[in-house]
C-alpha cells in the first residue's frame, strides 16, 4: 500500500496542557513563552496564554494563530 498524499486542515484547535506563569518583567511588547500541547508539541505563544487554554495553531508552519 502506497500513501499517495495527506489533506491537514490548514488550523487546528489543541489545548494548552503545560504553561508556566508570566515572570514580573517580562511584560515587553511581543513577549513570547513556550507551552506545550496536548500533543506533546510545543510552540511560542504570547503571555497571556495559560495552562488550560484552547488555542489555534497553523498546521502550515506550527505557529500560534489564535486563541479558540
Known sequence: TEIL???LPEKVAL???EAYDA???N???NAMK???LET???VKVP???NQGDKIIVTTWDGKYSSRA
Open 5 to 7: 498524499g495527506v489533506n
Open 15 to 17: 489545548e494548552v496542557t
Open 23 to 25: 515572570v514580573a518583567g
Open 27 to 29: 511584560t515587553a511588547t
Open 34 to 36: 513556550e507551552v506545550t
Open 40 to 42: 506533546g508539541f510545543v
Open 47 to 49: 503571555m497571556f496564554i
